[in-house]
């Protein structure tokens, strides 16, 4: 079967700073995150999810598709009726990124964000381990590489999490949205210090 995966969507330095305000917005998230779980959707369905006004969810949808994180249904759309799906596939920044202050702070500040969701999913893996009925795993290993097998450590990672996705609106029954994070970091030194996230 050949390799339909959409190319990995690269984003430079003014696009980090754009990627951050949109998914500051908590209902940016939750409109990304109901088509992620639904494949395709209109301002009314997503704002009768989400509890919120068609018009507000017509304004962020609007705002998401200008960021390209999601893209009109061109052949469901009818009149004042705009279908809408996900186009968040594999979002990743190049190392070695060339950025103006005001970009990198962006780019700090959605780490931080990322890290704090992050934390949080950790610590509900450890608190609700015994009763989460094998759906919660806790793996930790150290493990000596060079720089090369590091980063292909991390090209064959990303290529079996891709063997188990399936699409919006496709997902098996008894499928769950789970959140798996890989983070590789030499183990030596000193630790940095945590960013404040309570920080403006």
């Known amino acids: 079967m050949a390799d339909t995966r959409p190319e990995p969507k690269v984003l430079t330095g003014a696009d ?5 305000k949109a998914l500051s917005n908590p209902v940016r998230r939750d409109i990304l995150t109901y088509l992620g779980d639904h494949g395709q959707a ?9 509890g919120e006004s068609t018009g507000t969810t017509s304004y962020h949808l609007r705002k998401l598709a200008e960021l390209n994180l999601i893209a009109e249904v061109e052949e469901r759309s009818t009149g004042r009726e705009r279908w809408w799906k996900s186009l968040m596939t594999d979002i990743h920044t190049p190392h070695g990124l060339e950025m103006t202050p005001d970009e990198e702070a962006a780019a700090l500040k959605f780490g931080a964000m990322k890290m704090s969701h992050d934390i949080s999913l950790v610590m509900s893996a450890y608190t609700g381990y015994l009763a989460s009925e094998g759906w919660n795993q806790i793996h930790r290993w150290g493990v000596r590489m ?10 064959e990672y990303q290529e079996l999490l891709w063997k188990y996705r399936t699409e919006p609106g496709e997902h098996p029954p008894g499928s769950r949205q789970m959140a798996v994070r890989l983070t590789m970091v030499p183990d030596e030194g000193p630790r940095p210090t945590l960013p404040d996230l309570d920080a403006d």
């Open 16 to 20: 980090l700073k754009a990627f951050y």
């Open 42 to 50: 209109n301002s009314t369905s997503v704002a009768k999810a989400l």
């Open 146 to 155: 060079t720089n090369e097998q590091v980063r292909e450590f991390a090209r």
